[in-house]
């Protein structure tokens, strides 16, 4: 008798994932071989490590489960990174237990990491800047050649609802990518999975999975969205919605990245000898295109570009489009657009 369903499903995505990752490691052969010495650059080991991380959530511990099953299988190397943030009582505790369950899994090596949260951007900005910090040093420590995450389709569901609601484009719909971070470092195997199946399937291994008790906490906007938003869309828009927020999140990706190519081949058509904007050539671009160019040039001059939101962009926008002598424009970082004499000139003030 084959494995219970949600246990194939889980470990079917992190194959494919590790495939991926295996083909590329081995510089694009389609039928990678670990074992085959030859096919590995020099200095390189036959056997690259994948490390999971893991919150000890069912998603996560899923996720860790499922690569330590299908990593040896593709001769490769298995292990787990854990963050203790220190902000709740027992974190540390909790922290050394779920280091324990991997090891249990067969995860090596594994490590339980604590980090210091600041305060940039709230509480939970912080805490995600910290672990991601700690993951890309753990990352680099054990040379590792991938970070696996457990976000499953839900979570890509409820981000896509957040960039609608924050109104600033389709970049904003285009959620998570399956691969991201420096050299494609990230992986999201869950990406297209419900969470449903990531719990069904640590159920029917027994193992234990710890509930983070801010996910219930109607004081944050994810877990409002989570227990009251998404239930009710989907009882007023039935049971397909997530699936379908998670397929606008890949339709939009691939919109928005072929946007950001048509601006960067545009800007070098917009601006002067002296690599100044003009403001008649970027008049006659489509809105999506220059926007994006206006957006880049601010963010080049030293606008930080979490703090550039849609509306700064809008208000340069209108020295080009809706142009009737107004003033500089302040942005964030202390940057300053301004029209002079037909070019746009966007810089430090
Ligand atoms: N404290 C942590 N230590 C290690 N990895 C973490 C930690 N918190 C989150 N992650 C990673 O980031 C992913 C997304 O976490 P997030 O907090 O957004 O979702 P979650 O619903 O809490 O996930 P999970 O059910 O796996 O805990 C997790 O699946 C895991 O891979």
Redesign the pocket.
């Known amino acids: 008798m084959g494995p219970h369903p949600a246990v194939a499903a889980i470990r079917l995505a992190v194959r494919r994932v590790l495939h991926d990752i295996l083909t590329e490691y081995f510089s694009g052969t389609s039928e990678p071989s670990p074992h085959d010495s030859e096919r590995t650059a020099p200095g390189r080991p036959a056997s690259p490590l994948v490390l ?9 511990m899923a ?1 860790a489960s499922a690569l330590a099953f299908e990593a040896p299988k593709l001769g490769m190397r298995a292990g787990g ?5 220190g902000l709740q009582a027992g974190s540390d505790v909790r922290a050394e237990e779920v280091a324990l369950r991997m090891r249990e899994l067969g995860l090596e090596p594994v490590e339980s990491i604590t980090v210091r949260v600041g305060r940039d951007g709230g509480p939970e900005a912080a805490a995600r800047d910290a ?1 991601y910090a700690a993951l890309d040093a753990a990352a680099k420590r054990h040379s590792a050649v991938a970070v ?4 499953t389709r839900d ?1 890509q569901a409820e981000t896509v609802l957040l960039g609608l609601a924050r109104g600033s484009g389709i970049r904003s719909l285009s959620g998570m990518a399956a691969v991201s971070g420096a050299d494609g470092r990230y992986r999201r195997p869950f990406l297209q999975l419900d969470r449903q199946t990531a719990r069904k399937a640590c159920m029917v291994q027994s193992l234990p999975v710890w509930d ?1 008790p801010h ?1 219930a906490d109607p004081a944050y906007t994810r877990s409002r969205l989570r227990h009251e938003g998404l239930p009710a869309l989907e009882k007023a828009l039935g049971k397909g919605v997530v699936e379908a927020l998670a397929r606008t999140a890949q339709l939009s990706r691939d919109d928005a990245d072929a946007l950001d190519t048509w601006a960067s081949q545009a800007e070098a058509s917009v601006r002067d000898a002296a690599g100044l904007l003009e403001c008649a050539k970027l008049y006659a671009l489509p809105p999506a295109v220059r926007r994006r160019i206006l957006r880049r040039a601010a963010i080049e001059a030293g606008a930080p570009a979490g703090s550039l939101f849609a509306r700064h962009i809008e208000e340069v926008d209108r020295l080009i489009t809706g142009w009737r002598g107004q003033g500089a424009i302040n942005l964030p970082g202390k940057v300053v657009a301004q029209r002079q004499g037909g070019r746009l000139v966007i810089r430090q003030g």
């Open positions: 999971v991380a893991c919150s000890g959530g069912a998603d996560s996720l990174i854990t963050v203790d943030h672990r696996l995450l457990g976000h979570d983070d996910n």
